[in-house]
């Protein structure tokens, strides 16, 4: 029997600090606008907190007058524009990255549990994602082969303002590959861990149980607010309390 545990990356498990916060991820997503569409922006010039690459993608196109129609048909090259970005420059993926505060040793002992699967479920495309954890130095903590729910596996353009149901498509795909990689796992519960009211609604919508942590942006009470039956923590610091919210005492 399986607990399967889904975290968030930024805001979550990672937060940005300093002049070059996430310095990276925004210049891949600045160099993909620049290749595939010729446009000189960035991510700022929209309301991105919460949602997925992707979506995020197509929202700005949709801010410099570019159809979602044509957006979508060059998504495929948009995202594998900014991989291709951010894998060029991995030296720099840990610039104005940090871990949060007990980040480090809840994915120690959830990596010693032999009861329990670890996996990323964020909007960053799955490379990105990954080299983060890279270069953080903790991606050996999650379960190998490593797996997950990201942005490069589902878009829906139909949910360009409601982000959550991507996110929560992604919840779903990442069970979906823990039983396709261990035909004999037998998933007990899952649980999603996010830092925006988009995470712990998707984890409501993907079936599982919603985790909140106020570390992002966002306030105990938004989260609470998203969805009433999520269990919402301070941070991830109390090892004791966040084990038992995943009934691992």
Same mark, same amino acid.
């Given at each position: 029997?399986?607990?399967?545990?889904? !975290?968030?990356?930024?805001?979550t498990?990672?937060?940005?600090?300093?002049?070059?916060?996430? %310095? &990276?991820?925004?210049?891949? %997503?600045?160099a993909?606008?620049?290749?595939? !569409?010729?446009?000189?922006?960035?991510?700022d010039?929209?309301?991105h907190?919460?949602?997925?690459?992707?979506?995020?993608l197509?929202?700005?196109l949709?801010?410099h007058?570019i159809?979602l129609?044509?957006?979508v048909?060059?998504?495929?090259?948009?995202?594998?524009?900014m991989?291709?970005? %951010?894998?060029?420059?991995?030296?720099?993926?840990?610039?104005?990255?940090?871990?949060?505060?007990?980040?480090l040793?809840? &994915?120690?002992?959830?990596?010693?549990?032999?009861?329990?699967?670890?996996?990323?479920?964020?909007?960053? &495309?799955?490379?990105?994602?990954?080299?983060?954890?890279?270069?953080?130095?903790?991606?050996?903590l !999650?379960?190998?082969?490593?797996?997950g729910?990201?942005?490069?596996?589902?878009?829906?353009?139909e949910?360009l303002?409601q982000?959550w149901?991507?996110r929560?498509? %992604?919840v779903?795909?990442a069970?979906?590959?823990?039983?396709?990689q261990?035909s004999?796992?037998d998933?007990?519960?899952?649980?999603?861990?996010?830092?925006a009211?988009?995470?712990?609604?998707?984890a409501?919508g993907g079936?599982?149980n919603?985790?909140?942590?106020?570390?992002?942006?966002?306030?105990?009470?938004?989260?609470c607010?998203?969805?009433?039956e999520?269990?919402?923590l301070?941070?991830?610091?109390d090892?004791?309390?966040v084990?038992?919210?995943?009934?691992?005492?």
């Amino acid at each position: 029997m399986t607990t399967l545990i889904s !975290f968030d990356v930024d805001g979550t498990l990672i937060h940005s600090v300093g002049q070059r916060a996430n %310095f &990276l991820h925004k210049q891949a %997503f600045t160099a993909a606008f620049a290749k595939v !569409f010729d446009i000189d922006t960035n991510i700022d010039v929209v309301k991105h907190h919460g949602s997925t690459d992707a979506l995020i993608l197509l929202k700005v196109l949709r801010h410099h007058g570019i159809s979602l129609e044509d957006g979508v048909a060059k998504l495929p090259l948009l995202k594998q524009a900014m991989i291709d970005h %951010f894998l060029a420059h991995s030296k720099q993926a840990g610039e104005g990255l940090e871990l949060l505060p007990g980040v480090l040793p809840l &994915l120690n002992a959830l990596a010693a549990r032999p009861d329990v699967a670890v996996c990323l479920v964020t909007g960053n &495309l799955e490379p990105i994602g990954w080299a983060k954890m890279d270069a953080l130095g903790v991606r050996h903590l !999650f379960t190998a082969p490593n797996f997950g729910g990201f942005s490069t596996d589902y878009c829906n353009p139909e949910n360009l303002e409601q982000s959550w149901r991507d996110r929560a498509e %992604f919840v779903r795909i990442a069970a979906r590959k823990l039983t396709e990689q261990q035909s004999d796992c037998d998933i007990k519960a899952r649980y999603h861990v996010g830092d925006a009211p988009m995470d712990v609604q998707a984890a409501v919508g993907g079936g599982a149980n919603a985790v909140g942590v106020c570390t992002g942006i966002y306030t105990r009470q938004e989260l609470c607010d998203a969805a009433p039956e999520a269990v919402v923590l301070e941070d991830l610091t109390d090892l004791a309390a966040v084990m038992a919210t995943f009934e691992l005492c």
